[in-house]
Nanobody
Framework: QVQLVESGGGLVQAGGSLRLSCTAS????????MSWYRQAPGKQREYVAL???????NYADSVKGRFTTSRDNAKNTVYLQMNSLKPEDTAVYYC?????????WGQGTQVTVSS
């Protein structure tokens, strides 16, 4: 069973930065497409960003230019660098690992951006 553990969330003022980490219990980070999602109170979970096994990245329009995702295969970890944070970025952030026949989620980490 693969476990994904997110960390790095917290409280930050608008305009600030945070870096989230998602560490896997196995090498799945090396072979899976790793995605970030977020869910704000009362809203549906929404896509934020992804990085493929070959390093390709994609971002939601709402975070493009402010967020960057990267991976460190040796550490089985993916990162989400979040800059120029806005109050509307407040949410629980989840990472997801998806490969053939595999789909895993972490437990989430809270990000709160104060105005």
């Amino acid at each position: 069973q693969v476990q994904l553990v997110e960390s790095g969330g917290g409280l930050v003022q608008a305009g600030g930065s945070l870096r989230l980490s998602c560490t896997a219990s196995t090498y799945i980070v090396n072979v899976a497409t790793m995605s970030w999602y977020r869910q704000a109170p009362g809203k549906q979970r929404e896509y934020v960003a992804l990085i493929t096994s070959t390093g390709g990245t994609n971002y939601a329009d709402s975070v493009k230019g402010r967020f960057t995702t990267s991976r460190d295969n040796a550490k089985n970890t993916v990162y989400l660098q979040m800059n120029s944070l806005k109050p509307e970025d407040t949410a629980v952030y989840y990472c997801n690992a998806k490969s053939v026949g595999q789909d895993y989620w972490g437990q989430g980490t809270q990000v709160t951006v104060s105005s």
